[in-house]
């Protein structure tokens, strides 16, 4: 049984490192570490999760939790709640779990993250439960 548990782990390190390659030489970013208090208790600091690539904003529904690329350049992963569409242009109302209020838009006077904004979605098992790897990811969050 142990030597099951080890493949396991050594099947998931080597897909880790292929993404991350992966991720230097394109710019897509596959998987992300979790840093921050904002999506407890469904995601914590150090949980990674995987990113899907969305190219239809249509794909993107209230509940999921994106990824978003800020100004600045900061990756926000927290749920949508909300979708307004304006002028054949998709803004998406986001939110982490454990805040109170919702996201500021990228730009003032936007109604929400535009979907040039967004990096992807989080792979999820279902509506209310994102797939992610717990705390592995506290590694490269304690080097950095």
Known sequence: MKSRKDLFLIIIVF????????TRFTGFHFIAVVEGH????????G???FIIPVKDPREISVGDVIVFKRPSGELIIHRVIDIKQIDG???YVTKGDNNF???PPNRPGEPGIDFDSVVGK???LNK????KIPYIGIIPLIIS
Do not use: A, W
Request: glycine share 0%; no cysteine.
């Open 47 to 49: 949980d990674i999760v």
């Open 89 to 91: 242009r998709y803004y």
């Open 128 to 131: 209310d439960e994102v797939f």
């Open 38 to 45: 904002s999506m407890e208790p469904s995601l914590n600091t």
């Open 15 to 22: 897909i880790l490192l292929i993404l991350t390659i992966y």
């Open 122 to 124: 989080v792979l999820s």
């Open 101 to 103: 209020i919702p996201d």
